[in-house]
């Protein structure tokens, strides 16, 4: 409630806010985020509740934009299957709104103070750590939403995450269901092993030139040659204009003094308040009554912070004694903070009346921010300064390249005057790794025809790293198969590494096979060349050995009859690994510390109540009325 008002903040890039969004809607998608439009047509209905057409579009658009975030510069719109997201984003929208009336129907509820606490908390609205509503209302409208549309959102998300945490803080495990758990976790096993080495038979394998040909011949298609092109470009960035920038001493004199000013305004004022409400249950008139009411009994000598957990209705502070936190201004309502900033510390105020019902408000105390010396922030002053400087630079210098080669037929005339080098680069393709060409804003442009038929110089196209580049393409290759020259010595190697490695599984294989039949398995190693070694009681996260063989170790059956098991297998690196079990202890729940028992079996109950919200989210979604239009 209170701080529903909120009001802006600074600019911050549509990366970070949609990073934001996709935090807080990351179990359900968007749709609360955009608010409906009466009259338009609904694409399903959930109980009779319809899900409007407008905002199924609106909440596909956020996601779109979501992926293209998280996906970076690489970003391709054209990656993202339209149909299946489609699909994804009313299936989430349909289990948000079955989750909704859920929890409506339980009258659940999120005060808006709580709301308010959450925003005034979130780093992307903040300034120098402090929160700031200029900040908050551009990150707001980078991200297309109000703060009214923001709020409720947020209302949504956290009224239906209630059923999970209470199911997750209500589920349990007994005692002898932990044992058996750490048993299996925390057991270990002893074992001995070997390693038959691809690499050391490398040598000894013979592969001919008829082997190769035959190999290629028979392959071809996966030596395929993607059509390419050879290209000339100029490129730029802000390393090439940062020498020789320098700021005077005079300058971050200035820019100190200037940021003076905003050190020495920064306060926080740490506040409580006693809150009843006025709504439909209660007028004006009678909630001024009983403001008036706790009044006289402060005034009596009765604690405030007593006062509050009885008397006052704001679910979110109540509990604490009416506590709202240390906040800047800009955070509350305007009588709120008007009131607030007036009051001197341990200074309670008189009734204030506000959207929400009428207040009273103690200021408990305030939090000024010193000002820092200016030999504390010099170098961070003059490095500010300089970088301005250097963005400044490079944005004129990109932006002449820009203009020169758009009007040019080729890179030399930009080049020349610019004083810049032209670049040639032979063969980029779909499949190049070069650190410029292989980006996805090169690669959409890489085939245009304007660049191939006409013969143009590419748009500058800019980067996160600030860095541009602009090119040209000189030829252009068709598709076709790589010649078998290129490729001979690429095959023979392939193929004296696949050589290798059956030769040291046919060794390896003579090795289980000796141990199957009950042979001891160190002197089998010494009589084939080979040493066993023996590791006791590892548990399954050891470093002592590979994951890979650890992984396979306690995938082994344990013989009833104490039987010792074997198993042979080509590990990832092509060697032949041989392990035999020898031994395997249950973990024991009594040598652990009742810490570690205790965060054991949070996890482990945290799992199980996991479990329950998903059968929980599955019936409710079964028992609703869902209607696809």
């Known amino acids: 409630m209170l701080q529903d008002i909120k009001k802006s903040t600074q600019g911050i890039t549509a990366k970070i806010v949609v990073g934001l969004i996709i935090t807080t809607f990351a179990l359900f998608g968007v749709e609360s985020i955009v608010g409906s439009i009466g009259g338009q047509p609904d694409i399903a209905e959930v109980n009779g509740e319809g899900i409007p057409e407008s905002s199924y579009a609106r909440a596909l658009e956020m996601k ?63 300034e120098q750590g402090v929160f700031s509503n200029d900040r908050m209302n551009s990150v707001l409208r980078s ?50 092993a070997l390693t038959v080495s691809r690499d050391s038979y490398l040598e000894s394998v013979v592969v001919s030139d008829d082997e190769v040909s035959a190999f290629y011949a028979a392959n071809k298609a996966d030596y395929k040659k993607p059509k390419s092109v ?74 405030f912070g007593v006062l509050a957990k009885e008397l006052s209705e704001d679910e979110g502070s109540a509990s604490s004694g009416g506590s709202l936190g240390a906040a800047a201004k800009g955070v509350y309502v305007a009588d709120f903070e008007q009131a607030l900033f007036s009051l001197e510390v341990g200074q309670t105020s008189k009734p204030v009346k506000t959207e929400f019902g009428y207040h009273l408000i103690r200021l408990d105390d ?11 922030i010099e170098d961070s002053l003059k490095q500010r300064l300089i970088k301005d400087k250097v963005s400044l630079a490079y944005a004129e210098l990109a932006e002449r390249l820009s203009d020169i080669s758009y009007a040019s037929s080729g890179l030399e005339e930009p080049a020349e005057e610019l004083d810049l080098e032209i670049k040639q680069l032979a063969g980029v393709s779909e499949d190049s790794q070069d650190s410029v060409f292989s980006t996805a804003k090169v690669q959409r442009q890489l085939f245009a025809d304007e660049l191939l038929n006409d013969g143009v110089n590419s748009e500058l196209l800019e980067y996160e790293d600030g860095s541009a580049v602009v090119f040209r393409i000189d030829a252009f290759n068709e598709e076709g198969t790589k010649p078998f020259e290129e490729v001979a010595d690429e095959i ?13 599984a046919s060794v390896g294989q003579a090795f289980v096979v000796r141990l199957s039949a009950g042979e001891d398995a160190k002197m089998v190693a010494e009589d084939m060349g080979f040493t066993w070694s023996i590791y006791s009681d590892l548990e399954r996260n050891s470093g002592e050995v590979d994951q890979e063989a650890l992984s396979k170790v306690f995938a082994m059956k344990s013989d009833a009859d104490g ?33 570690e028992l205790w965060s054991i079996s949070k996890l482990l109950s945290e799992s199980l109540g996991g479990v329950d919200y998903q059968s929980y989210r599955a019936v409710a979604q079964r028992l609703a009325e869902i209607e696809k239009i």
């Open 64 to 126: 779109k934009r979501q992926l293209l975030m998280q996906m970076g510069e690489l970003a391709d719109p054209d990656l993202i299957n339209d149909a299946l997201l489609g699909a994804s984003v009313l299936d989430g929208l349909i289990e948000q709104e079955v989750l909704t009336q859920d929890s409506e129907g339980k009258d659940l509820y999120v005060s808006d103070v709580a709301i308010d606490r959450y925003i005034s908390n979130i780093d992307q609205f903040k």
């Open 492 to 504: 023979r190697v392939q193929l004296v590494e696949e050589k290798a490695e059956e030769f040291a």
């Open 230 to 303: 050879d290209v000339s470009f100029i490129e730029i960035s802000q390393a090439d204009v940062s020498s020789g920038v320098s700021v005077s001493d005079e300058a971050v004199l200035s820019l100190y003094e200037t940021e003076k000013e905003a050190y020495s305004s920064s306060e926080e004022r740490d506040a409580s308040h006693i809150l009843i409400k006025i709504d439909e249950s209660r007028a004006e008139a009678d909630a001024l009554a009983a403001i008036a009411e706790v009044e006289a009994r402060l005034a009596a000598g009765e604690d």
């Open 366 to 376: 305030v939090i000024e921010s010193g000002v820092p010396e200016f030999a504390d």
């Open 563 to 595: 039987s010792k098991g074997v198993l042979g297998f080509v590990a990832d690196s092509g060697d032949f690994n041989v392990v035999q079990l020898v031994d395997v202890k249950p973990g024991d729940a009594s040598s652990l510390e009742q810490q």
């Open 143 to 192: 991200a297309g939403l109000t703060l009214s549309s923001y709020k409720e959102s947020l209302r949504t998300e956290f009224l239906i995450a209630q059923p999970r945490s209470a199911l997750i803080a209500s589920s349990f495990v007994l005692s002898n269901e932990r044992a058996e758990v750490v048993a299996l976790d925390r057991q270990s096993r002893t074992f001995g």
